[in-house]
């Protein structure tokens, strides 16, 4: 493993445990405002604090030194290196025609739409 890849790999496992954290404790959260049981561990501060922190460092440790979790992700950055990115030139014209389709997709439907409105509400009266 090269030492670049060991710190984009270190970082996304990071980042992962840091989001995993974040969404627990708004779990934690939700709960709270919804189940008594849940509403009063939420006073606590090891459960409001304490549980996202450990459940993201858990996964964090649990992803940083397992040899096969490590492996897998060098091989994953390995092969994103490998992708060969469209220029801003072939970006800029891709985006112009998806923004034209949708446009005229969006166009159809709505056509679609206010004409099956306009007969369902002719067929009501």
């Given at each position: 493993?090269?030492?670049?890849?060991s710190?984009i790999?270190?970082?996304?496992?990071?980042?992962?445990?840091?989001?995993?954290?974040?969404?627990?404790?708004?779990?934690?959260?939700?709960?709270?405002?919804?189940?008594?049981?849940?509403?009063?561990?939420?006073?606590?501060?090891l459960?409001?604090?304490?549980?996202?922190?450990?459940?993201?460092?858990?996964?964090?440790?649990a992803?940083?030194?397992?040899p096969?979790?490590?492996?897998?992700?060098?091989?994953?950055?390995?092969?994103?290196?490998?992708?060969?990115?469209?220029?801003r030139k072939?970006?800029?014209?891709?985006?112009?025609?998806?923004?034209?389709?949708?446009?005229i997709?969006?166009?159809?439907?709505?056509?679609f739409?206010?004409?099956?409105?306009?007969?369902?509400?002719?067929?009501?009266?």
């Amino acid at each position: 493993m090269e030492k670049s890849n060991s710190k984009i790999i270190t970082l996304s496992f990071a980042i992962g445990g840091f989001l995993v954290g974040l969404v627990v404790s708004l779990l934690i959260k939700a709960f709270a405002g919804a189940f008594a049981v849940v509403a009063r561990a939420y006073d606590m501060d090891l459960v409001r604090h304490g549980v996202p922190l450990i459940v993201g460092f858990g996964l964090f440790a649990a992803c940083q030194f397992n040899p096969k979790v490590v492996a897998w992700a060098d091989e994953v950055v390995a092969e994103v290196r490998k992708v060969v990115w469209p220029s801003r030139k072939d970006t800029t014209a891709m985006t112009i025609v998806v923004c034209i389709m949708v446009l005229i997709s969006s166009l159809i439907i709505s056509s679609f739409d206010m004409i099956s409105g306009y007969i369902i509400n002719t067929l009501v009266r």
